[in-house]
């Protein structure tokens, strides 16, 4: 292989000479001024009706043994399951929220003694808006077969709930994009593209209509409840966080 000529030589240093100059005014460029972004929250309130009544029954059973405070258990919601269906529940209304086993301590000056196990349900029915007033119907046939109100509220349905969060979010979305633009309009700037999004998804909590207050007129109680209060307006929220880049 021939020697490169000395003129070779010169040009391809030169080159090289160009090419680390380029590089450090970039590396230079760059650290005076780094790419900038706006940071924006956009937030959404929408006011909405609730399209479901949740009734929650409570079954609390003390027995000598775990599999005979379950087996007691399962009798009393058995036939609330049962009641509730003969005045025309669907079963698909009728879902388990939580069940448990657990023993009971008597805690005394010797130390805690075994008396017993003891096994919680807790039964949820759901009444559609048009079939809100069998409510205080419900209340009796649970309380009669031997289960407990424990509370009531208003709620959004599953299909409801999907409904308004895509609303809420889509809300937020342009309200997060109407702040940056105002910001990058009083910059002299403008938007670029997304550099990142996050949402803290939707706010929405059922609203209590009653609560057992652990007296004997919880019944009649919770029945005048229902009976008084009607479903209003409540809000629920949504809340997006976008990063846009400047141009």
Partial sequence: MKNQSPSVKITAMI??????????SLFVYFRANPSQTVDVTGNSQIKVLPDE????FNVQTLADTAKEA???NSRI????????????????????QNYNVYPEYDYGEDGRELIGYRATHQLKIELEEKDFDLAGSVIDAGVDAGALISYINFELSF???NEYKNKALEEATLNARSKAEGIASGLGRDLGRIVSVSTSDFGYNPWLVYASRGVMEDVALAKEEVANIQPGEQTVTGTVSVVYALK
Avoid: P, S
């Fill in 15 to 24: 080159l090289a000479v160009i090419v680390f100059i380029f590089l450090i």
């Fill in 53 to 56: 009544l949740g009734i929650y």
């Fill in 70 to 72: 379950n087996n007691e």
């Fill in 77 to 96: 919601i058995d036939n609330t399951i049962a009641e509730l269906m003969k005045m025309g529940i669907e079963r698909k209304d009728i879902t388990t």
């Fill in 159 to 161: 299909e409801k709930q």
